[in-house]
Structures are given as C-alpha cells and as structure tokens.
C-alpha cells in the first residue's frame, strides 16, 4: 500500500524482476474503474540492487499523486504480459498515515535486522497486508474508531439479549416499538440493560465488548418483530492491539515481505495470498486462534 496526498510526489518500486528492463519496464495510475489517470510511461525509471538483498534488482520510478482524493492502483509491467499492481490511497489529511497497522514499520526493519530505507516501501505494504489479513481470518478489527458517535442498526432475534459489533464505547442505546423507524426508547445502563462480557475491560488485555442483555427489572425489551429496530451508537472497534495479534501481524508481514522479495516485479496483491498463509500456519494460528470471532449459538 502507498500513501500520498493530493498532487505530492511518492516513489514506487517493483522488485525481484531480471536486469537490463530500463527503457521497456513501464509504470501506469489506475482509478477504480480501470481507466489510466496516468498513461503509461517507462522514463524515469531507474533500475538498482537492494542493499539488503544483493541478488534482487529493484526498479524505482518517482510520480505525482493525482489531486483527487480516491482510491487509485499504480500497475508495472514488463511488455512481456507480467502485470503487477500495489493500491494507491490518496488523502487529504495533512499527514498521510495507516493508523491501523497493528505493527510500526521500525518494528519490522528491527526483526528483519534492516537498517537503510530503500526497502521501507515493501515493509509497509507487507505490514498493512498482514494487519487487513488477520482482519479478515478474525472476522473483526483490532482498532478503535474515531469517536464515539458511530452508529450502528440491528434485528434483534431475542427478547432478552442482543449480539452486537465489538463495542469499545457506549455512548446511546435506543429501539423502536414500531417499524417506523423512530427510535423513542433511550435505554438506560445497569437499569435497563448490561454490557456484556461485564469485565471485558476490567485489567490490561482488555476486550470490546460483545452483547447486550436486558435488565430483568428494566423499563424496556428488544423488539423481535420488526426489523433494524435498535440503534447503537458508540465506539466500535477494540480498545488496544492484544500482544498476540502484534506478534501474529510481525510473523506474517516477514513472511511476505520476503515472499514479494521472491516475486516478479515485486508488487503482489497480498490479500488472498496472505489469507491462504495464515490458515494454513499452525504457529500463527495458535497465536490469533483466540480471537477469531464466532457468532453466538441462539437457543
């Protein structure tokens, strides 16, 4: 993955591809549709050796980051028919970050024993693509929103207990006794209901929480006929990155950081690849085996 603001300049870099291509590799700026936002050009393409892997050839070419803040794909490829792609994200923020990578880039150079710059690149895109992975094997996300005013719908299919996103927190529960869309019942906490698991966040290694249940005694119940009759707004997320996620995410960003080392061109569309690693990785699984989320059993 490469960030970039609007209009800045950013280096792009495809490694692992056999000397010699200056002057036919050739480098292009996709919008989502596919349609080139730049056309494709093969000057200023430099080709080197990276330091840190001598036996690797490494092409750089330095572009402009389109001035629309979108997301974008920059496609390399050799004449030959080898196309490889790396996403393109453009923002506006005054600095460009990936503030949910669940490692820092220094983290991973340490653990690789890299020292220089020229691969800090591939070690973000390989950190990024492992944190998006156990995203999706977990089924849930390892950072918090922004704020606590995201708001979130749900069909309860309980009376007394409702299952809900990860919850780091809450700022409002309210229903609706009709269809209309009006949620007039503002719940009230520990009177008409309770955040379950109750300690979730009770020491260090902290859980979001997960489940609602109805006070017994309460002025209110889930409403199970009409559909998206309660409204959740909060702070979705989980509070910290747990220490097993940290060292799962460092175990697979090696991996692929040194598979794409090993790679034509060097700019691989991890995400699939990094799925299929993971299940298939005892050790990284007994790691994150513990948070791959599972959907409640309803009685």
Excluded at 28 to 55: S, Y
Aim: with cysteine; proline share 5%.
């Amino acid at each position: 993955m490469i960030y970039a603001n609007p209009g800045t300049s950013f280096a792009a870099v495809a490694t692992g591809y056999p000397t010699g291509l200056t002057g036919t590799i050739g480098i292009r700026i996709r919008d989502t549709t596919e349609a080139d936002v730049l056309a494709r050009t093969t000057a200023g393409i430099v080709e080197g050796v990276d330091p840190d892997f001598p036996t690797v050839v490494t092409y750089t070419a330095t572009l402009t980051a389109p001035n629309t803040v979108a997301s974008y794909s920059v496609v390399w490829d050799d004449s030959f028919g080898n196309v490889a792609s790396e996403d393109l994200t453009v923002s506006s923020s005054g600095t460009v970050s990936n503030a949910t990578d669940y490692i820092t880039s220094a983290a991973l150079k340490a653990t690789l024993n890299i020292s220089v710059t020229t691969s800090d690149a591939d070690i973000a895109a390989s950190i990024t693509a492992a944190s998006r992975a156990l995203d999706r094997i977990c089924q849930r996300r390892f950072y918090a929103d922004a704020d606590a005013n995201q708001v979130r719908y749900y069909t309860p299919i309980r009376w007394d207990w409702l299952e809900v996103d990860d919850l780091v927190t809450l700022t409002t529960l309210k229903s609706a006794d009709d269809g209309t869309g009006t949620f007039a019942n503002a719940w009230t906490l520990n009177s008409d209901f309770f955040l379950e698991p109750l300690n979730a966040q009770a020491d260090a290694d902290s859980w979001p929480y997960t489940s609602l249940r109805v006070h017994p005694s309460g002025a209110f119940t889930f409403n199970t006929f009409y559909p998206r009759s309660v409204q959740v707004t909060g702070m979705f997320g989980w509070p910290a990155v747990p220490g097993p996620i940290v060292d799962g995410t460092t175990l697979l960003a090696e991996r692929l950081f040194k598979m794409k080392r090993e790679a034509p061109l060097g700019v691989l569309a991890f995400q699939d690849v990094a799925v299929r690693v993971a299940r298939a990785d005892s050790n990284l699984m007994i790691l994150i085996g513990a948070y791959i989320k599972h959907r409640a059993a309803v009685a």
